[in-house]
């Protein structure tokens, strides 16, 4: 028999939500299509006392449910549900506060939708909508997401790799880095256009990666969570996900890539070099300046009381898989 | 402004009223969520938040009473200074038990080590041991006992809301201007009051 020491930060069996429901009720999403995936999203939100203050109820964003390749890795941790990895987000570009991107959200436009791959390339190219979901099959993988605000989450993501999209455009011998940039447009997201939604940063909001990096397996573009395309708040139609990075890193709603010879800019670096640098690889010897990052609180199911501070790991517990990639570096010097 | 038949008496007890309600209610209403799961994904975060930023609203309660007492000639609003004050006091050690119980879950030596580390930590619990030390001396027979030393001791009120305000605005990632526009209201009362600092 198996018994199983239960760590402080998993949850009690009937907290979670069983994973053959959740399986099942895909599949009755994915039957019923997207008139009913979406009328099931819009009726789940919270009716609350606050409601009476509040305007007038804008209807919630249609996910669209996908194909792909089950994540059957061997993953012991309880996943985030997705009630959470929906409604707390930054996403400064609708808002600094973690409750507002699904408030301010929800009307953005996916489609059409454009995202060129172009700078030190053969074959540069622009996806459309409907090309960045068939371009590559789908694959769900199964990431921790750790913020650099020391909380962290479970998330199954669907997506393919970076390596096949980067492969396509075929890179020249000059591509050493590449640049990231969200979408730019300021009617559509509200802190873009207002200096206090938007938290005083400059958009559009740039991203950089080295291409080995980029080209890890690890290194995934997602267009989905939990079975289905990912909602704005979660920065649809595409996004990046590095898991063994701060959050901050996994730029959002992505237009451009563009490989390219030197360092690109990132958004947080250049707010505060002192605080974000351009690698953000997730260290829990190197402090942010003003908190700790040595451990981290886990966001699951469960109000208050859930004990869910858990140690920080190197790497965000992907080491094997990247720490090679920066063997010869000062980890604390270049953070 | 006059009421002529009410007596201050009634007065305060009314306002009092409000104020004990004001400040009870979004605390029960705030724990119940809370413990239940119901105040979105990251309700540590948000309980920490919203006590803080209650204790800072009831501190500058507190400093706005005396001029507005002043201008409008209603001498027993005095009288509500105490209570708005021990409420401040209350939220801010909600705030920091909060931090302590629900974020570090109770880490001590990582507590000792943020109060070193880290500059805006200091400044807050540099604050809340004054207010303490105000809360504890707001009984009468203390108060009697101390003299002119207790004018002195409360007088820290206005440092404690500088030290309050610096923390607020040390505290956040970029979002700078909420922490600004409460710097700026903190000074505009203690401007109010410059004739009490003597150089």
Known sequence: MLIKAPKTYELKENAVTDEKIYRDRRSLLKTMGYLGAGSLLSTSTQANVFDLFSKEKTEMFKSKPLNYLKDNSE???????????????????????????????QEFKVDPWQLTISGEVDKPFTLSYDDLFKQFPLEERIY???????????????????AKLLKKAQPNSRAK?????????????????NRRLGGGIKYPYVEGLRIDEAMNPLTLMSVGLYGKTLPPQNGAPIRLVVPWKYGFKSIKSIVGIKLVERMPATTWNILAPKEYGFYANVNPKVDHPRWSQASERRITAGGLFSRNRIETLPFNGYGEEVSDLYKNMNLMEDF | MTWPLVSNKTKVNFFKSIIHFASLLPIISLYFSAFNDELGADPVETVIHFTGIGAFNLLLLTLLVTPIAKKFKQGYLMNL?????LYAFAYALLHILNFIAFDLQFNMNLLLAEIVKRPYITIGMVAILLLTSLAVTSINRLKRKMGKSWQKLHNTIYIIILLVGVHFYWSVKSEVIEPTIYIIISIVLLFLRRRKFKF
């Open chain 1, 75 to 105: 993953f012991e941790q309880i996943l985030t549900p997705e009630s959470k990895v929906i409604s707390h987000n930054n996403f400064y570009e609708f808002g600094t506060k973690k409750n507002q991107p699904i408030e301010l959200s």
């Open chain 1, 177 to 193: 880095y590449v640049a990231f940039e969200t979408l730019y447009d300021p009617k559509q997201m509200p802190g873009q256009k």
């Open chain 1, 144 to 162: 921790r997401l750790r913020c650099v605000e020391a909380w962290s989450m479970v998330i199954p993501w669907l997506g393919f790799s970076l």
């Open chain 2, 81 to 85: 200074r105490r209570l708005l004050g």
